[in-house]
């Protein structure tokens, strides 16, 4: 927690780059510079905090399929698009699969600070929250899977009845289960549980 | 030497001597011998055998052989016959009758003798006729062989070339096809020759085709058209066709000939050439005029982006007091503005060539070529290309490709202008002389015509009438047309639809 924050900037442009990297070193935020995608997580560590600066137009492989590469392997860094010229429907994917901001080239330096800012907020949330999750998780993945699966329909609103019907099950097995599960995950209630269950989704599997 | 004298003496002495004094001897022999039964049965003499002696020696011996035998008989029948028997002389009673028996047997034999070679000369006449007759007919014979041969030489030499060949009569009926036009088409050409043709061809180059097969019957004249042909395959490829017409001697037209020559490949270089040249030339053509300005844009955008931020970091910079990297910071301003106004200066040399290609150009045969190249759009669009071009113009010097680049921008616009309005889709070419010094082209269409007041401002920059236009095609036009020193204007045609007319300066 205590790295800096860094902005990964990706164009293939050297002048941008440098442009980029000298405007954020003038307002005092760390970057680093990439001329490609591949560059780019060639050398990445994703426990770094951060965020990307992303041309749209990359050689080899564009800014939008590089964030559909990052989506499918849920990986969470916030995403800035710029572009000389963006039509609408590249905007508008973009945005839907989690990207930050789409500034169009040239952008005001206040536009591409807030949008840093924001993404900025955003990774530290996710990864505060992915450190609070972290404990959760681990208890989840000592669950047996037996008791996973009777958490989950524990946690769906079903009642020991009906959870030792559909798992075929004696209702006192499905208690036993019950109580192991809520040891194990230091539920203090039912009502503790079902908050945790919804925060592991939340930071996906 | 010798010898060929001697023989030639004997030979002589053979046949003018010794051949009729034997013929002679042989027939006035038979006669005394038969006449001597008779000698003393009959009062009179009997000369008679004799004559026939004379007749006999004239006939089979000539003149010299009847002379002889006339002596012989004479001598004979004086000896012999005539009293006083037994010696030369005559008594007075018989001198009339031995006269008249020589006279007589001279004058007959005479006879004989000139019957005898008029008969000799006729025969020889008529031997000497058949022999020529009988020549002729062997030399007739020789030269229809050798005809027949050279016919068939001919055809498998037709057959040999591998070219698509074929033939017609005087009426137009094609009567021949080559054994590889066979094996391409499928089939020979057959029917009528306007039609035979056409029916092998790319649907798009049918027209243009019969309309110069027309052309060429009616003036009897050779023609020379390129052309796509269906193969026996259904794929088509390039053919150079040339129709050519025999005449003969009076100077009547006897059969057309033609010949197919395949082209396909050079069509495909020059096709590729064609197309190389279009990339690299830097007069824009209408399709890639958006992709165009969207690259300019982008690389325009890439150094003023980097010479926004750079100068919002300069400010924070200087805000901050660090003149070092404020400094640097500026120094980079510089350069990417630099290199904003290079980008701007490539853009303009795109269009305003410094030091532009001038060559002495035909401008009818450009647009020429410029109509093979719009073949296919034309056919695509459903328009028809009309070609209205002066007679002996002026050459004009001009850069080809880049002139060529205006006409073929000019002709796209026409037949998307047409695109929206009815049939006819007629786009329409002139050429002409405008003065002295300059020629004027014309590119005319049928479409709606364009606003008097768009008219005016239709070569502007980013000016356009179209919706997926960039508004920079015409403005490219002008730009080369200005640099060669002409004029480019445009006015609405009658009755309807726009004309764009360019002049050019007549070479020095």
């Given at each position: 927690m205590s790295q800096r924050e860094t902005v990964f900037i990706v164009d293939d442009d050297a002048a941008?780059?440098?442009?980029?990297?000298?405007?954020?070193?003038?307002?005092g935020v760390v970057s680093e510079t990439f001329p490609c995608a591949e560059?780019?997580?060639?050398?990445?560590?994703?426990?770094?905090?951060?965020?990307?600066?992303?041309?749209?137009?990359?050689?080899?492989?564009?800014?939008?399929?590089?964030?559909?590469?990052?989506?499918?392997?849920?990986?969470?860094?916030?995403?800035?698009?710029?572009?000389?010229?963006?039509d609408v429907p590249m905007v508008r994917k973009v945005m839907k699969a989690g990207a930050i901001e789409f500034l169009t080239k040239p952008f005001e330096k206040q536009e591409l600070l807030v949008a840093i800012e924001h993404a900025f907020a955003q990774d530290r949330a996710r990864r505060a929250e992915d450190a609070a999750v972290a404990p959760i998780r681990a208890r989840y993945e000592s669950l047996t899977p037996r008791e996973r699966e009777v958490m989950q329909l524990v946690t769906a609103g079903l009642l020991n009845k009906q959870i030792a019907a559909e798992l075929e099950l004696s209702e006192i097995m499905v208690k036993v289960h019950r109580r192991n599960v809520l040891e194990k995950m230091q539920a203090e209630s039912l009502a503790d549980l079902v908050k945790m269950t919804e925060r592991i989704r939340a930071v996906g599997h | 030497m010798e010898a060929t004298r001697l023989e030639r003496i004997s030979e002589w002495i053979i046949q003018q001597v010794l051949r009729p004094t034997a013929i002679a001897g042989f027939f006035v022999l038979i006669a005394f011998l038969w006449t001597i039964p008779f000698q003393h049965s009959i009062a009179y003499p009997f000369p008679f055998l004799f004559l026939g002696a004379v007749m006999g020696s004239a006939w089979f011996g000539g003149i010299v052989s009847g002379s002889i035998a006339v002596v012989v008989s004479t001598l004979l029948i004086d000896y012999f016959l005539v009293p006083p028997l037994y010696s030369l002389s005559i008594s007075g009673l018989s001198k009339s009758f031995f006269?008249?028996?020589?006279?007589?047997?001279?004058?007959?034999?005479?006879?004989?003798?000139?019957?005898?070679?008029?008969?000799?000369?006729?025969?020889?006449?008529?031997?000497?006729?058949?022999?020529?007759?009988?020549?002729?007919?062997?030399?007739?014979?020789?030269?229809?062989?050798?005809?027949?041969?050279?016919?068939?030489r001919l055809r498998t030499l037709a057959d040999a070339i591998p070219q698509q060949m074929w033939s017609a009569s005087a009426d137009g009926m094609m009567d021949y096809s080559n054994q590889h036009l066979v094996e391409a088409l499928g089939a020979p050409l057959t029917g009528a020759l306007p039609d035979a043709l056409p029916r092998i061809l790319h649907p798009v180059d049918e027209r243009l085709v019969r309309h110069a097969w027309n052309s060429a019957l009616a003036d009897e004249n050779p023609f020379e058209i390129e052309a796509r042909i269906r193969m026996a395959d259904g794929g088509y490829r390039w053919f150079l066709i040339r129709g050519m017409p025999q005449r003969s001697v009076d100077g009547k037209l006897a059969r057309w000939f033609g010949i197919h020559i395949d082209i396909e490949q050079q069509h495909r270089v020059q096709q590729g050439l064609i197309e190389a040249h279009d990339e690299l030339s830097r007069s824009a053509r209408t399709l890639s005029?958006?992709?165009?300005?969207?690259?300019?844009?982008?690389?325009?955008?890439?150094?003023?982006?980097?010479?926004?931020?750079?100068?919002?970091?300069?400010r924070e910079w200087l805000t901050a007091g660090n003149h070092e990297k404020a400094?640097?910071?500026?120094?980079?301003?510089?350069?990417?503005?630099?290199?904003?106004?290079?980008?701007?200066?490539?853009?303009?040399?795109?269009?305003?060539?410094?030091?532009?290609?001038?060559?002495?150009t035909d401008m009818n045969r450009l647009v020429l070529d410029l109509v093979q190249?719009?073949?296919?759009?034309?056919?695509?669009?459903?328009?028809?290309?009309?070609?209205?071009?002066?007679?002996?113009?002026?050459?004009?010097?001009?850069?080809?490709?880049q002139v060529q680049q205006v006409m073929l921008n000019l002709a796209h616009n026409a037949m998307d202008a047409m695109d929206s309005?009815?049939?006819p889709h007629e786009l329409t070419i002139h050429t002409r002389q405008e003065d002295s010094v300059r020629i004027r082209v014309t590119v005319e269409d049928r479409g709606p015509g364009i606003a008097a007041d768009a008219l005016a401002r239709i070569f502007d920059p980013f000016f356009t009438t179209k919706s997926h236009g960039m508004g920079m095609g015409l403005a490219i036009c002008r730009s080369i047309i200005e640099s060669h020193d002409g004029r480019i204007w445009a006015e609405a045609a009658a009755p309807q639809g726009t004309a764009f007319h360019f002049t050019l300066p007549v070479r020095a």
């Open positions: 941008i780059r440098e442009g980029l990297s000298n405007l954020l070193e003038a307002v560059d780019f997580l060639r050398h990445w560590d994703p426990g770094r905090p951060g965020c990307l600066v992303l041309d749209a137009r990359l050689p080899g492989m564009t800014g939008v399929e590089f964030q559909e590469k990052l989506n499918s392997s849920a990986t969470h860094i916030p995403i800035i698009f710029m572009t000389a010229h963006g | 006269a008249a028996f020589t006279i007589c047997a001279f004058a007959m034999m005479l006879v004989v003798a000139s019957r005898r070679r008029a008969e000799r000369a006729v025969r020889e006449a008529r031997d000497q006729l058949e022999a020529r007759v009988e020549e002729r007919t062997a030399e007739l014979r020789q030269s229809n062989l050798e005809l027949e041969e050279s016919a068939r005029l958006g992709e165009m300005a969207a690259s300019i844009a982008h690389e325009l955008n890439q150094p003023l982006t980097a010479v926004v931020t750079h100068a919002y970091a300069c400094t640097a910071t500026a120094e980079r301003i510089v350069q990417e503005s630099t290199r904003a106004g290079a980008v701007v200066k490539r853009v303009r040399a795109l269009f305003r060539s410094d030091a532009p290609v001038r060559q002495a190249l719009l073949r296919d759009d034309a056919a695509r669009q459903n328009a028809t290309i009309r070609l209205a071009l002066a007679d002996r113009l002026p050459m004009v010097e001009i850069d080809p490709v309005v009815a049939a």
